[in-house]
């Protein structure tokens, strides 16, 4: 199918192939670079035909619907269409110049000594395609005819300049050949107006959350969120913009729809993992987040109001426009939060370790401390992963870091690294108290001792303040006791049947300018030797 438009009639054309019948009511976009469209309106099809105007949806698989609400859509088809304009421009080759200018007497320079005058009869093409369209290029054969008769072709790529006789046409009329798609509707009636709607996956448009924690007191802060947002799919015009938090679950829409998938026009993109909820696109580290929450929300003059929507989360921005290519950076909310300082430290693992020592060896490099926030979200929102910027508002505004903030339903709580303290010292050592030879006997694996192991942790505060400290370590056996406090979280340990896997935190206070021990013991059973 071919459409041949003429320069008196494109106008015309146009604007009724053109013409966008169906308006966008609402698009929700994901962190991965998708998004989901919605659109409706009134079509006028003739003789129960509709074509649906380019471009076409570049819809994925599975997730490209068509609905006429009366039930009287009865087939969409697509074909393949190339679409033929004249288009008028600056001639910028000789061979373009001298085609535009048949019938006219000119002089063509083939140096400065030698030269052909004479009327131009023609300009031959270069080649032509299996399309039929021609092309010209410094192949291209022109002819003129001298005042004598005399015939003489020359290559148009040997003529260096020309001049003319009389004034030349300077622009050129030549065919713009765009190729697309056409999407074909038929209906089950004649009705001269039809109620249509329809809806699709595509990729294109993302957007990626920005928090900036501003530190207003001790214990305060204010939280503010924002999007920025990419546009490269199509133009957005007054549309209702779902900001989406959540793991959509499109399992099969990693492929362009049949429907447009025509080869010679699709560029294919790499779908493979694309839809989990990550910080952001391309653009940043790939950082996974177990995003599931029961709300959807809307901004009304900037105070947010929820609804239920399932699993996935939406911040709902009204009447938004942004046009392809486009790029947006829009406010989402502001909320006063609670905060408190802890001071965390990471303590090195066991697993692996086979020897302990009769006594305690303190490495003289003390573990990294670092100062944390801890924030317990009670706004009306869960918090997306996303990266957040802190800021010291208290006198003069100063920056002090930026961190990850992870994903944090309501209710619950996160940590947000500030800097490392290094008026904080932490030392851990371990030590040797019982040993229990061949406590263990495996066919396979040999025999096992079982050791009784004692730990301590040493910790220096060189501040003129108390702290609140947070010690989290991985220890591999059984737990016995501990001289403070520790909460406790066993986990799977597959490599190693024969002994546990505890996630183990301290959380206790340090004075000012103090020190703290923590002594524990755990048992584990290690290869006989």
């Known amino acids: 199918m071919k459409r041949f438009i003429l320069a008196f009639a494109s106008i015309a054309c146009c604007a009724s192939l053109f ?46 619907w068509f609905n006429a609400p009366d039930g009287s859509l009865s087939r969409v088809a697509s074909y393949p269409d190339t679409l ?53 290029s410094n192949a291209s054969l022109v002819t003129l005819q001298s005042q004598q008769g005399v015939w003489t072709t020359i290559p148009a790529g040997q003529i260096r300049y020309v001049n003319f006789m009389e004034q030349p046409k300077l622009d050129v009329s030549m065919p713009k050949v765009t190729p697309r798609h056409l999407i074909e509707l038929s209906f089950n009636n004649k009705k001269t107006e039809q109620p249509f709607d329809m809806m699709y996956l595509a990729s294109g448009l993302n957007w990626a959350p920005e928090y900036k924690l501003e530190l207003t007191g001790e214990n305060a802060g204010t939280l503010s969120l924002q999007g920025e947002l990419a546009n490269n799919a199509e133009d957005i015009n007054n549309t209702t913009l779902n900001l989406v938090v959540g793991v959509p679950n499109f399992a099969y829409a990693n492929r362009p729809s049949y429907l447009i998938d025509f080869l010679q026009f699709i560029t294919y993109q790499n779908y493979n993992d694309q839809y989990q909820n990550t910080l952001s696109n391309a653009q940043y580290a790939i950082r996974f987040d177990p995003e599931t929450y029961e709300e959807a929300i809307e901004l009304v003059e900037g105070e947010p109001t929820g609804s239920r929507n399932e699993d996935l989360f939406f911040y709902t921005l009204k009447n938004f426009s942004l046009p392809k290519g486009g790029r947006s950076m829009q406010p989402i909310f502001k909320e006063n939060v609670e905060l408190k300082h802890i001071y965390e430290c990471n303590l090195p693992s066991n697993e692996g370790t086979q020897i302990y ?34 800021m010291n508002n208290q006198g003069e505004r100063r920056p002090i ?38 406590a263990l006997s495996d ?9 009784q192991v004692e730990g301590k942790i040493k910790v220096k505060n060189f501040k003129d303040k108390q702290l609140d400290l947070r010690l989290k370590r991985d220890i591999v056996g059984t737990l016995k006791k501990s001289s403070v406090d520790w909460q406790k979280a066993e986990v799977i340990n597959p490599n190693n049947p024969r002994n546990r896997k505890t996630n183990v935190c301290w959380e206790t206070p340090i004075k000012a300018n103090g020190e703290l021990e923590i002594v524990y013991t755990y048992e584990v059973y290690v290869p006989s030797y």
């Open 357 to 390: 020592e009769p006594d305690y060896l303190f490495t003289p490099q003390s573990n990294k401390v670092f100062h944390t926030l801890k924030l317990e979200n009670k706004t009306k929102q869960p918090w997306t992963t996303a990266s957040i910027l802190v």
């Open 84 to 136: 033929w304009e004249q288009k008028t421009e600056a001639a910028v080759a000789v061979w373009d110049l001298l085609r535009n200018n048949l019938g006219k007497t000119a002089t063509g320079f083939v140096d400065d000594k030698n030269a052909v005058t004479g009327k131009i009869i023609s300009v031959s093409p270069s080649y032509k395609d299996e399309k039929g369209e021609l092309y010209y």
């Open 19 to 64: 013409a966008q019948p169906l308006s966008t009511q609402s698009i929700s976009v994901f962190k991965n670079g998708q998004a989901f469209y919605l659109k409706s309106g009134t079509l006028k099809p003739t003789n129960g035909k509709y074509l649906l105007p380019d471009p076409a949806p570049q819809a994925l698989f599975g997730t490209l």
């Open 443 to 451: 066919r396979r694996y040999g025999s096992f001792d079982l050791v």
């Open 401 to 438: 870091s930026q961190d990850m903030l992870t994903y944090t339903p309501i209710g619950d709580k996160t940590y947000v690294k500030l800097t490392e303290a290094v008026e904080v010292r932490i030392e851990q050592a371990e030590r040797e108290l019982d040993r229990q030879q061949r």
